[in-house]
Structure formats: C-alpha cells, structure tokens
C-alpha cells in the first residue's frame, strides 16, 4: 500500500520556529517524533512523526550547500515534498518516464529511513515535488 | 486518530498541469479520485485521492478572488497545507491559541468533505500552512 511521506523544511539557524513546529506536531499526534537521523550525502537532519499508517518528516539543513537550504533560499521553509511508498521503485520509474514525467535522478539514491528514493521534477508535477520511495530489503 | 490531508494547489487555467498531477496520483495510488467537490465559500473545486488512512486533496481556485489563486499568486503552485484530524476542533484551537500560535479563524468554519476547518497562521509553523478539521456529525 502506497505510504504518505510528507516532509517540511526548517533552516539551520531557526532553532526557535523548527521548536515551533516540532511542538505542533506533538501536541496535535500526542506523541513526540519516534526517530532522528542525519543523511550525510544530502546534508539534512530529520526527525519522523507517526501520523496514522503515514508519516510526517521535518527536514533541516545541516550545511548551507544542502539541497534543503537552497530550497528555502528559493522558496521559504514550508513543505517540501510529498512522498509515496512503491513496491518496485525501478519500475515505477520507468512507467513515469514513459507517461512523460521527468526524474531528477536517473537511478535510484539512498535516502532516510533505509529507502531508496526518487524524485520527480515539478513542472510536471503541478510544482508539486514528488519523491518515490522503496523500503531497501 | 489523527489523518493527515495533503493539499496542492492548481490555478483554474492550467488544465493541463492540473491533468499532469491528477494523473500522476492515480498512477501512483493505482486509483482515480474519489470525489470532487466544490466549496463555494472558499471558491475552490477539490478532488480527493485515498493515500492508506490518510487522503490527497487537489485544490483549484474557481475564482481569481480565491485564498488559492491569491496563494498561487504569492508563492506558485505546489503543496498548499497540511490537516490534522482532531477530535474537539475547539478544545485543539483553544489548547494551540493557550501555546502561542495564531488561528487565523477565531471560530471553526465549514469546509470541504464535510468538516469543521480552522487555519493556524504559518508565521509559528515553520511556514508550514496547518488545517485542524473536525468531522461534522
């Protein structure tokens, strides 16, 4: 069953907004985030909210050339991207490429939570970015 | 249990980005949308996709006067808000009011699906844009 990934992005130095935020969500899930961990090859921190059989991640640049930072430099922190879990990412990649959508990695990467991930461009996407994800068995 | 909602906002002359994500959706979840509906006091047409226990919502403004055309106008399309499910929808707005975040509806206000709708001001949620919705019974 396709999982829900939804991920925010906080900067490095908001300590006291990604508080805020953190705060939110346990207050609204009763429940602090279960899990922490820093992926070193994309330079982000996360943290993990149980929401249902979905889940919540708070992303968080740990350096200024992180893909999160330059994110926020562009956008503004806000939500990042929206993931879905596939059973065969390979596979889903090839059909989305055929149906005209656009990957920004051409094989999968590893990211978080011992997946392998990824990305659509969005402008196809409705500026949606969309991250396709696979549990690495 | 709270169920996370995904929103991602479309303008209403872009049909064929808005296919773009309605299609991408139901190639990803394997299912089309489930429903459509209009809001018109927030003059918004929404579709709904089921993602496990939590759902997809689109979100196209049906009027240049919409918070969703005036969203898109700011900040371009892309992942609007996020909403939490909540038991109590006014003892959630009171508890949340009492730790420092704004709402920026004094009062539940009806939304779409048939909910009780409150929006926390982004200014304390990392930019994060937050629905608390309460079913109406």
New interface residues.
């Given amino acids: 069953?396709?999982?829900?990934e939804?991920s925010?992005?906080?900067p490095r130095d908001?300590t006291p907004?990604?508080v805020?935020?953190t705060?939110?969500f346990a207050?609204?899930?009763?429940a602090e985030h279960y899990k922490t961990e820093v992926v070193e090859s994309e330079k982000v921190s996360t943290s993990f909210f149980k929401?249902?059989?979905?889940k919540?991640e708070l992303l968080e640049a740990s350096d200024p050339q992180s893909p999160i930072a330059k994110f926020i430099e562009k956008?503004?922190?806000?939500?990042h991207?929206?993931a879905?879990e596939?059973a065969d990412i390979k596979a889903?990649m090839k059909?989305?490429k055929e149906?005209g959508?656009t990957l920004l990695n051409e094989e999968p990467k590893t990211g978080a939570d011992n997946k392998l991930v990824c990305f659509?461009h969005?402008k196809?996407?409705?500026?949606?970015?969309?991250e396709?994800c696979q549990d690495i068995k």
Avoid: C, N, Q, W
Wanted: proline share 4%.
């Fill in positions: 069953m396709p999982v829900l939804l925010a992005a906080s908001s907004r990604y805020g935020v705060k939110l207050l609204l899930l009763g929401v249902g059989d979905s919540v956008r503004g922190e806000g939500i991207h929206l879905f596939v889903s059909k989305l149906e959508f659509l969005p196809h996407t409705t500026g949606v970015l969309v396709l």
